[in-house]
């Protein structure tokens, strides 16, 4: 049967010689490229102690933000755990007391914000869906644990530090 294309392709196999049939050329090929590597600069990198290079777009943990006043900015809205794919956001909304105006911008703010860093998929969709840019994949890389509860990140581990607290702590090493 005649190809589609009317191209066709003659392979020719010639017969080995007594070299190749042998294999030590190939094993002598293969050596030499294990020798090359062998003293070529490590790849890998000792990571407790030393910290990669990441690009610009990287995405590393999350981070609820606060504004200038040093209020949270998530209103509870739920637009981040509508767009997250793996589902592994989850908040409840409260009202604000008229004592918590200091800690809160609007009314409704998230009493409970979870994120559960199994699930996540770092895909960034809860930064992009955020209508008040509370949340940025900004973080450092997500640390490692043994259980499964410690992968579930509350506001403890996501709000970032008010400023007044940030610049407590760079006077205090200085």
Not at 66 to 77: I, K, N, V, W
Not at 127 to 140: F, M, N, R, S, T
Not at 161 to 172: G, I, Y
């Amino acid at each position: 049967m005649e190809s589609l294309s009317g191209r066709k392709k003659v392979l020719e196999q010639k017969p080995m010689n007594f070299w190749e049939r042998m294999y030590l050329p190939a094993i002598a090929q293969g050596l030499g490229i294990t020798l090359k590597h062998l003293f070529k600069k490590k790849a890998t990198i000792q990571y407790p102690f030393e910290e990669r290079e990441f690009s610009k777009n990287y995405r590393g943990m999350h981070s609820l933000k606060r504004d200038e006043q040093g209020r949270e900015r998530c209103t509870a809205c739920g637009l981040c755990a509508l767009s997250c794919p793996a589902e592994a956001i989850t908040m409840i909304s409260a009202e604000r007391k008229k004592e918590e105006a200091n800690l809160y911008r609007e009314e409704k703010y998230a009493a409970v914000y979870e994120i559960n860093m199994l699930r996540c998929i770092f895909c960034g969709l809860c930064e992009e869906a955020c209508p008040k840019e509370a949340i940025y994949l900004d973080g450092p890389i997500v640390p490692s644990e043994y259980l499964r509860k410690d992968f579930i990140y509350g506001k403890d581990k996501l709000v970032e530090k008010p400023l007044a607290e940030l610049e407590a702590l760079k006077n205090s090493t200085k």
